[in-house]
């Protein structure tokens, strides 16, 4: 009996097993090879792959702006997007040519938040589980937007989205926290900012797992093993112009991650590509009918701050114009951090090389340490030798003779 696999895996041999869209053109009879026109008789397929690429490119859609008052209001994110996918069914070639590539080209955003903060008539199409196979593995770019509790798997959220893919994987994953996301930082509160991949559950600031420590079973990073392909996450955190210095704070603690994924490969901080940016948006959202928190709240979910929320704590409403005054603004500070994935025994490779440097240097730094103490050494016994010989005698002075020949007489 041979070893068992599993059923990820024999789904996706399922999959890969089935026909592709030549064989289903070519040997399927209801299919129409289309001979009559030009774009598949004339134009070859190079030319039609371009094509495809800007005809089912995602744009920002004008009938649909977002409301500067929003929650997920944010540049980059101005419009809904729209994509042309009925070029999909003008015939079944097209269809079988085309049918991955909006799911190959374009990025798909998860939200992993209340659903207040959801934009409208935007789907979790990739949480729900009713995407195929083959659909889930042409995906190559991922962004999610989420509060800092679902990635830290409060509900497990995040390992059930880390464990939702099969054999392949998505090449690129953004993570993104915006300035409301992180605890207890909107309405009446200001916690600290805090985020440390290795422990699990919610991370508080001088509670920080060390570099050479490894992960917590069950934290967020800890779920990247679950994912094999990938070759690069960015980071993106954002907050507000006066928690600056915190934010900056996490970031030096993050240029120390070294996440490791499930192919054998480990995520590294690109340092080069870290990018840092701001931008001028609103204080108040839609939607939210949250009241101030009570000070007595505060006080016992933050007992060394006071209330500098810069917030409104009271929503626009959908009759309010979207013209912002100048105290209507805040300003809001943001961090891209790149990591990239490389094989971990180039890293180990690496590390023992560094480590070798640093033995190599400690040992040089022995030997010009014993080297300085031996001169000094004997510079102070060849001057004790010096000071112990005996003085050498003064000099005669020169006898004269007087006249008479009377005896020398000495002129000191």
Not at 156 to 173: A, I, N, T, V
Not at 391 to 408: E, I, V
């Amino acid at each position: 009996m041979g070893p068992r696999t599993s059923f990820r895996h024999r789904r996706a041999l399922h999959e890969a097993s089935k026909p592709t869209a030549v064989d289903k053109i070519t040997t399927r009879p209801y299919i129409n090879p289309q001979l009559g026109s030009p774009l598949f008789t004339t134009l070859p397929a190079e030319i039609r792959t371009e094509i495809y690429y800007y005809a089912l490119l995602a744009t920002p859609d004008d009938t649909k702006p977002y409301s500067i008052n929003s929650y997920w209001y944010r540049p980059g994110y101005t419009h809904a997007r729209a994509i042309a996918v009925n070029l999909l069914l003008t015939c079944r070639r097209i269809y079988l040519e085309t049918v991955l590539v909006p799911l190959q080209l374009n990025e798909h955003v998860v939200w992993g938040v209340e659903r207040s903060r959801i934009p409208p008539g935007a789907t979790n199409y990739l949480l729900d589980g009713r995407m195929k196979c083959r659909q889930r593995n042409a995906i190559r770019d991922v962004h999610i937007f989420c509060q800092q509790f679902w990635l830290e798997d409060w509900k497990d959220q995040w390992l059930s989205f880390s464990k939702s893919w099969p054999e392949g994987c998505m090449q690129r994953l953004r993570i993104t926290l915006r300035h409301t996301d992180w605890w207890y930082n909107l309405l009446g509160e200001n916690s600290p900012l805090a985020l440390d991949p290795k422990r699990r559950g919610r991370a508080r600031v001088g509670e920080w797992i060390g570099e050479k420590e490894g992960f917590e079973k069950g934290s967020w990073g800890e779920r990247f093993q679950n994912f094999k392909g990938l070759q690069v996450l960015e980071l993106e955190l954002e907050t507000t112009e006066r928690k600056r210095m915190e934010l900056d704070a996490s970031v030096n603690k993050a240029a120390t991650w070294k996440i490791p994924l499930g192919d054998g490969n480990v995520l590294v901080l690109d340092e080069g590509a870290t990018e840092k940016s701001s931008w001028a948006g609103s204080k108040h959202f839609k939607g939210l009918n949250a009241p101030a928190i009570p000070a007595a709240l505060q006080f016992t979910r933050q007992p060394s701050r006071q209330n500098h929320s810069p917030f409104s704590t009271t929503p626009r409403s959908n009759s309010e114009t979207e013209e912002l005054e100048f105290e209507d603004f805040l300003y809001y500070y943001v961090i891209l951090l790149t990591y990239r994935a490389r094989p971990a025994s180039e890293l180990a490779a690496e590390d023992a090389g560094k480590e070798e440097e640093a033995a190599e240097a400690a040992r040089q730094e022995a030997a010009d340490t014993a080297f300085e103490t031996a001169t000094i050494t004997s510079t102070s016994s060849a001057g004790d030798a010096v000071a112990a010989m005996p003085a050498a005698p003064a000099a005669r002075p020169r006898a004269l003779f007087n006249r008479f020949n009377a005896p020398p007489t000495y002129y000191g």
